[in-house]
């Protein structure tokens, strides 16, 4: 097989796996699960900001997009990740595209394009000081986008999540507008 060659996913990964967001194991400022039982060892290598993610992990920052570990083979230019762009509403979840190095987000960005600068010990696990271009949305933000996951069920909008998602409207648009200048 060459470097660049893919196998089958091990782990079939539908739209229903995806669910509130906020239901997931918090780590951080992120959400982790594991399809293969080994959610301490997931949890671990998230606490510890760096090491290999055991096969199965599921990582979510955002609900609209996922990372998932598959086995040894799977995509080596990826180190096995399997990046989900998704769609959701408060009728659940629909992948919109899944894949290796193929796939982008909402925004018309690349997945993999962001995530294989993170270092190696990060294993492709963007954070503040992995190697990853930063984004230029804060922390604020991101939590708003979690507590508003439209899967999850309607809570009370503190009056910080409503400011961070006020903020998030135009840094949205103008990352929309970059990638799309990008792309001509």
Known sequence: MQADEKTAPKYKVDATMF????????????????????????VAVAQAGKGQFPEGTVL????????????????????????FALETDKNGTKIVSSGAEEVNNFLGLNCFECHKAARAEFDLLCEQDHGCAPLPLTRAMFHAVQQTDPRCAPAQLSAEDAAALKE?????????????ANKK
């Open 168 to 180: 998030l409207g135009p840094v949205i648009e103008q990352l929309k507008n970059e990638a799309a």
């Open 60 to 83: 979510q920052l955002i609900p609209n997009e996922a990372m998932v570990k598959q086995q040894k083979g799977f995509s080596p230019g990826t180190g096995d990740w399997e990046f």
């Open 19 to 42: 669910q509130c967001i906020t239901k997931m194991t918090p780590v951080k400022h992120f959400f982790v699960d594991n399809l293969a039982g080994n959610l301490a060892g997931t």
